[in-house]
């Protein structure tokens, strides 16, 4: 699996599948079952990382746990003058296996999604 394209979660958000490129999450990160990814994720919630569930799951490449007060854009609150940052959560109180692997080449692969193209606006 090639680890292309940005996905931003502004709240919660659940992994389970196959992904790629760079996952932004501002709410809590929940692995669960078996789920495989490659590239970049960032989670910025105060949750934290939420691994749940039997399984097995495998992450390539890197993860940012970097949880801060206001992360949400529906927040309302300017990162810049309020915001402070918390203690990372990683909670690992899931059944099964789950490999986190540091790999640069998947990093590096998943940093090309970030150019000066557009290739889609989607809005909810």
């Known amino acids: 699996m090639t680890g292309l394209g940005i996905t931003f979660c502004d ?27 490659n590239g970049l994720i960032i989670v910025t919630g105060p949750g934290g990382v939420l691994r749940s569930g039997g399984g097995n799951g495998t992450i390539q490449g890197n993860i940012v746990i970097s949880p801060y007060v206001g ?15 918390l203690a990372p959560q990683y909670d690992l109180s899931g059944g099964g296996n789950s490999t986190v692997v540091y790999n640069s080449n998947v990093s590096a692969r998943s940093l090309t999604a970030v150019s000066n193209f557009v290739l889609g606006v989607v809005e909810k």
């Open 11 to 37: 709240g919660n958000c659940s992994l389970g599948g196959d992904g790629g490129g760079i996952l932004v999450v501002t709410g809590t990160l929940t692995l669960r079952g078996n789920f495989s990814f």
């Open 71 to 85: 992360s949400r854009i529906e927040d309302g609150i300017d990162p810049t003058s309020t915001s402070t940052f």
